[in-house]
């Protein structure tokens, strides 16, 4: 098993471009998370999906954040405009049972604004 | 106030010591989470538990629902141990909340 795959790594954009975040979840996974994490707030949980369906958004920070998730292999999470505020590691994690199994988390993305 | 809080927020040891980190929360939980994120910023998941006691190899976690505590302890700690831990709780019946701590960053030296 490949465990759940993040791209990019890090990513490096200008105040106002658009960025795209992608996750492949771990096949048989039903539950699809996204967190953010910063020194200042530590990790938050933007937004969960379960079987597709994105259940609780309620820790999206903003309208300029949006998360889709077509199939049960893919999510994104795309930021736009973007803003330097928004700097941050990405994680993509994904379990069998919402946060009733274990989390398995991807390696990140590392997003710089500048 | 955070619903999750974890001690110590720093923690130094000598190799070989035992170790323990604490986690306490003010909500209800479904399901307690112990990670582990390591100074290259993966992060893995150690256990997932919900009531009494898990052991794996040299950890060894436990919570205690009346009281809304858990532990993570270390037995004979190895510098490879060095990493940043983090304890999440999953609030009550759908399990898609999550509450985390700010995180114990233990250094563990030879």
Same mark, same amino acid.
């Given at each position: 098993?490949?465990?759940? %795959?993040?791209?990019?790594?890090?990513?490096?954009?200008?105040?106002?471009?658009?960025?795209?975040?992608?996750?492949?979840? %771990? $096949?048989?996974?039903?539950?699809?998370?996204?967190?953010?994490?910063?020194?200042?707030?530590?990790?938050?949980?933007? %937004?969960?999906?379960?079987?597709?369906?994105?259940?609780?958004? $309620?820790?999206?920070?903003?309208?300029?954040? $949006?998360?889709?998730?077509?199939?049960?292999?893919? $999510?994104?999470?795309? %930021?736009?405009?973007?803003?330097?505020?928004?700097?941050?590691?990405?994680?993509?994690?994904?379990?069998?049972?919402?946060?009733?199994?274990?989390?398995?988390?991807?390696?990140?993305?590392?997003?710089?604004?500048? | 106030?955070?619903?999750?809080?974890?001690?110590?927020? &720093?923690?130094?040891?000598?190799?070989?010591?035992?170790?323990?980190? &604490?986690?306490?929360?003010?909500?209800?939980?479904?399901?307690?989470?112990?990670?582990?994120?390591?100074?290259?910023?993966?992060?893995?998941?150690?256990?997932?538990?919900?009531?009494?006691?898990?052991?794996?190899?040299?950890?060894?976690?436990?919570?205690?629902?009346?009281?809304?505590?858990?532990?993570?302890?270390?037995? !004979?700690?190895?510098?490879?141990?060095? !990493?940043?831990?983090?304890? !999440? !709780?999953?609030?009550?019946?759908?399990?898609?909340?999550?509450?985390?701590?700010?995180?114990?960053?233990?250094?563990?030296?030879?």
């Amino acid at each position: 098993d490949a465990g759940v %795959i993040q791209s990019p790594r890090h990513e490096v954009t200008e105040m106002g471009q658009e960025v795209t975040l992608r996750c492949k979840p %771990i $096949s048989g996974h039903n539950s699809l998370f996204w967190y953010r994490q910063t020194m200042m707030r530590g990790l938050e949980l933007l %937004i969960y999906f379960n079987n597709n369906v994105p259940i609780d958004d $309620s820790g999206m920070p903003e309208d300029r954040f $949006s998360a889709k998730m077509p199939n049960a292999s893919f $999510s994104t999470l795309k %930021i736009q405009p973007s803003e330097p505020r928004d700097s941050a590691v990405y994680f993509c994690a994904s379990s069998r049972d919402r946060g009733l199994s274990p989390l398995h988390f991807g390696n990140g993305t590392r997003l710089t604004v500048t | 106030k955070n619903e999750v809080e974890q001690s110590p927020q &720093n923690l130094t040891a000598q190799e070989g010591e035992f170790i323990t980190i &604490n986690c306490s929360y003010s909500v209800g939980i479904s399901a307690l989470h112990w990670l582990q994120q390591h100074p290259g910023g993966g992060i893995v998941s150690l256990f997932m538990l919900s009531s009494g006691k898990k052991k794996h190899g040299r950890l060894i976690a436990t919570i205690n629902i009346q009281e809304k505590h858990s532990s993570l302890h270390i037995t !004979a700690s190895h510098p490879r141990d060095s !990493a940043v831990y983090i304890c !999440a !709780a999953t609030g009550p019946v759908t399990g898609n909340q999550f509450y985390f701590g700010t995180g114990t960053s233990l250094t563990v030296i030879p």
